[in-house]
């Protein structure tokens, strides 16, 4: 069973639309559908966010969640102080909501 993860400003639960991505000083607004996790939705749009394992192991892309909510199914790469931090794995992050943001540019 995975973890679910909820902004301060979380947003009610429906089918996923869309995420916003912030990278490298940049937004981005891109369609993400049910059962995809932020990076695979981030790759689809030809966005490059960081990335080693893709296994939710290693931690590489971790972004803060900033609006939303997710759930993972690993999470091995987090600390107890990444969960305060609303910090999430996108290689493992499937939106709950219809619309997100996340940030990595705040980790």
């Known amino acids: 069973m995975g973890v679910k993860i909820a902004s301060s400003d979380s947003i009610e639960n429906g089918v996923p639309e869309s995420v916003t991505i912030r990278i490298n ?17 981030a790759m689809r749009s030809k966005l490059e966010p960081p990335a080693s394992c893709v296994g939710g192991v290693c931690g590489t892309c971790m972004a803060k969640l900033v609006e939303g909510r997710v759930e993972m199914e690993n999470f091995d ?18 939106l709950l909501s219809k619309t997100a943001v996340v940030d990595y540019d705040a980790c």
């Open 77 to 94: 790469a987090m600390h107890d102080e990444d969960f305060k931090r609303k910090h999430v794995l996108t290689c493992q992050a499937v």
């Open 25 to 41: 000083g940049q937004e981005h607004q891109v369609p993400c559908v049910e059962g995809q996790t932020i990076f695979n939705a």
